[in-house]
T-cell receptor, first 111, second 111 residues
Framework: DGGITQSPKYLFRKEGQNVTLSCEQNLNHDAMYWYRQDPGQGLRLIYYSQIVNDFQKGDIAEGYSVSREKKESFPLTVTSAQKNPTAFYLC??????????FGSGTRLTVV | QQPVQSPQAVILREGEDAVINCSSSKALYSVHWYRQKHGEAPVFLMILLKGGEQKGHEKISASFNEKKQQSSLYLTASQLSYSGTYFC????????????FGKGTTLSVSS
């Protein structure tokens, strides 16, 4: 079955550490997205990519970085510059004018 | 800019109806609706495109007023399974922009 796989499901980060969240899709979608979800805030856009080797910043890109070397993969790195990284991170993909398919998310906690 | 959803929360009994509204200060190309259950990924319900096209869930209907930059989601004869948080996502003036989501409306349906 086609879908989006996010890993790990839970991730713990120490202060000053960079961590990378994985997102892989086998839907052959061109566009991929990263959102951050905090209680009561909805989903806030971090980065998105419409095509391989190209990506754009969203509303809250500071402290995050991404790469899009393959169509199937869009990993997100949470750097030490992100001062409040504890949140639920959702990856999604889409084809033009169709709904987004979301992964099951990664819950990141700073310890 | 984040779209504004109203109401923030709705409590229903099975069989009752509800309307969830979404408004934006920007011109819209599309409006998406998603439902998220606690701890899970959002699930696509419906997309409404500029010009009147709609795609989505059979038992859920929605409207899109392009001039007023507003959309409403109509949940009729609600079932227990309708409980969750509903998000609208709004797209800009072309298909390549990423969705910006509202803060969500929590719907609770009881028997």
């Amino acid at each position: 079955d086609g879908g989006i796989t996010q890993s790990p499901k839970y991730l713990f980060r120490k202060e000053g550490q960079n961590v990378t969240l994985s997102c892989e899709q086998n839907l052959n979608h061109d566009a991929m997205y990263w959102y951050r979800q905090d209680p009561g805030q909805g989903l806030r856009l971090i980065y998105y990519s419409q095509i391989v080797n190209d990506f754009q910043k969203g509303d809250i890109a500071e402290g995050y970085s991404v790469s899009r070397e393959k169509k199937e993969s869009f990993p997100l790195t949470v750097t030490s510059a992100q001062k409040n990284p504890t949140a639920f991170y959702l990856c999604a993909s889409s084809e033009d004018s169709y709904g987004y398919t979301f992964g099951s998310g990664t819950r990141l906690t700073v310890v | 800019q984040q779209p504004v959803q109203s109401p923030q929360a709705v409590i229903l009994r099975e069989g009752e109806d509800a309307v969830i509204n979404c408004s934006s200060s920007k011109a819209l190309y599309s409006v998406h609706w998603y439902r998220q259950k606690h701890g899970e990924a959002p699930v696509f319900l419906m997309i409404l495109l500029k010009g009147g096209e709609q795609k989505g869930h059979e038992k859920i209907s929605a409207s899109f007023n392009e001039k007023k930059q507003q959309s409403s989601l109509y949940l009729t004869a609600s079932q227990l399974s309708y409980s969750g948080t509903y998000f609208c996502g709004t797209g800009g003036n072309w298909a390549g922009t990423a969705l910006i989501f509202g803060k969500g409306t929590t719907l609770s349906v009881s028997s």
